[in-house]
């Protein structure tokens, strides 16, 4: 269904992209290159089961989780409309599982509450549904209510122009609310029909990320959606379009107006994703790094690390071989990256012997053994990673005097903690170079450096009593995102270890 305008009125300080409204677009599932990667959309209705085991892009599964499809049935035998929007209509397109899955409907929340038996409405300002199945939430809003939002908040008013049938318009009206074009997809799982009123599939297609309305505008409205901006680029390996980019820049500072809750949210959801190294690259590349990890900027600054650089360090290195081990339905529990943050401070700080490094990370993996965490270590038969500064040409070291290197790193990665939440010492990270923004953002909160700082404490405490070592290399993923101290200890070691001392894959 093709329509040439939507006729509207609008008030003079406000202007919508030409593109907003030059037509209302249709996509039968499949009919388009973008959206042919979908697997098996006619099984939405039976519940497959997820195998831990497989890999998240094996087509044998389907991507759309068993509580979702719970929800999106229940909903339909009552007679209402479902549509699943946003950003997993755009990862399934793109044959990525989805993050989490949000679902619009026709139903009233009441009546939604109605449906199912464990249900809250939640919010006040924007109310939702969130329907408990098991340990899972599903969110669900209501096109009534997202009507009401659209009528408060925008600053212009529409008619639905002749050709236009309500339902149309009160989903392109809906998609209008959304941050990015890419994010402003509607998906009709019984139908299996796309609905595309703002372009999104052209720039999914393009691998464009590109906010809705005026990018100026949209950032001020709301400025989290600048560091979704570098999420969604990040974890896709996306583009901003011109206008975005000049925006995400120079408007950055802005992100400082974010609670610091928010902000830890924003940066868990940017590092323990599977996207970090790319994220932590783009946040330098747009200078947002220098604003929310002061310390880390400056690391980059005094290595001559550019706004473009494509080397790598021992910093980007370490997140890249987290990146590895995790997946957007696969995540860790933030203290796992703010450890590893820690730890890189201190050896950047302080470099030290690959062995010192080897035996720290066995004895973390091990829970404070010294003794087994050294004798592995000296059997170590490949060569550590030479291209790090922060490592030193390897010495011949006693047993006491490893132990004592090992417990004073130990001592120092807990430091380094500290420094990571002294708001003095973040602010003069970068106080050497005059053009940086000054920072003294602390959004690490003190249950979180707790949580953290016991990774570092078994290695300084000895071997723990009853610490049992893990038994092969299969991460248990529930565990990891909940913050098991042991799941997150195992795979931190396991991270530091594979990063100074990497696979030869010609071996």
Not at 129 to 146: A, L, P, R
Request: glycine share 6%.
């Amino acid at each position: 269904m093709a329509i040439s305008g939507l006729a509207f009125s609008c008030k003079p300080q406000f202007s919508l992209r030409p593109s907003l409204f030059h037509c209302i677009r249709k996509a039968r599932f499949g009919s388009v290159a973008a959206i042919e990667t979908l697997d098996e959309p006619e099984s939405l209705i039976k519940y497959n089961t997820y195998n831990s085991d497989d890999s998240p892009h094996k087509g044998n599964t389907s991507m759309i989780d068993k509580p979702t499809r719970k929800v999106l049935n229940g909903l339909k035998k009552k007679g209402y409309e479902v549509y699943l929007v946003g950003g997993c209509v755009r990862d399934l397109m793109l044959n990525r599982i989805p993050k989490d899955f949000d679902i619009i409907t026709s139903a009233e929340l009441k009546e939604v509450v109605r449906v199912f038996s464990q249900c809250e409405i939640v919010g006040k300002r924007f109310p939702i549904c969130h329907v408990h199945f098991e340990n899972t939430i599903v969110e669900v809003s209501s096109f009534s209510t997202s009507g009401r939002r659209f009528s408060r908040d925008f600053k212009y008013e529409f008619e639905r122009p002749i050709g236009c049938d309500e339902k149309d318009f009160i989903r392109w009206r809906n998609c209008l609310q959304r941050d990015f074009t890419i994010n402003g997809l509607m998906f009709d799982p019984y139908a299996k029909i796309i609905y595309d009123y703002i372009g999104g599939i052209e720039d999914i297609r393009k691998a464009k990320v590109q906010t809705v309305i005026p990018a100026s505008t949209s950032f001020q409205e709301d400025c989290a959606r600048i560091l979704r901006a570098i999420r969604i680029a990040a974890r896709l390996g996306f583009r901003f379009s011109r206008e975005t980019a000049h925006f995400v820049k120079h408007l950055s500072p802005s992100i400082l107006k974010l609670d610091r809750g928010r902000l830890l949210m924003e940066m868990n959801y940017m590092l323990a994703y599977g996207s970090a190294e790319a994220s932590l690259r783009l946040l330098w590349k747009f200078g947002l790094l220098e604003v929310l990890l002061p310390i880390q900027a400056a690391y980059l600054v005094k290595h001559g690390f550019r706004r473009r650089d494509k080397r790598s360090n021992l910093l980007l290195s370490l997140f890249s071989n987290l990146d590895k081990l995790l997946a957007p339905d696969r995540p860790c529990h933030s203290s796992l990256w703010i450890a590893i943050l820690a730890f890189h401070k201190a050896l950047s700080d302080q470099p030290r012997d690959p062995l010192v490094v080897a035996v720290f990370s066995l004895a973390v993996y091990n829970g404070g053994d010294m003794l087994e965490a050294v004798k592995i270590a000296r059997r170590i038969n490949k060569s550590h990673d030479e291209s790090f500064c922060e490592l030193l040409e390897p010495r011949d070291l006693d047993f006491e005097a490893l132990k004592h290197e090992v417990m004073d790193f130990a001592e120092s990665s807990k430091g380094a903690l500290s420094k990571m939440t002294d708001e003095y010492f973040v602010s003069q990270a970068m106080a050497g170079y005059s053009r940086a923004p000054f920072s003294d953002l602390v959004f690490i909160p003190l249950a979180l450096y707790l949580k953290a700082s016991k990774i570092f404490e078994c290695v300084r405490g000895g071997g723990e009593r009853r610490f049992a070592s893990k038994q092969g290399s299969k991460i248990d993923y529930e565990s990891l995102a909940y913050g098991s101290p042991q799941e997150v200890r195992h795979t931190f070691a396991r991270i530091v270890f594979d990063t100074v001392y990497p696979l030869d894959l010609t071996e």
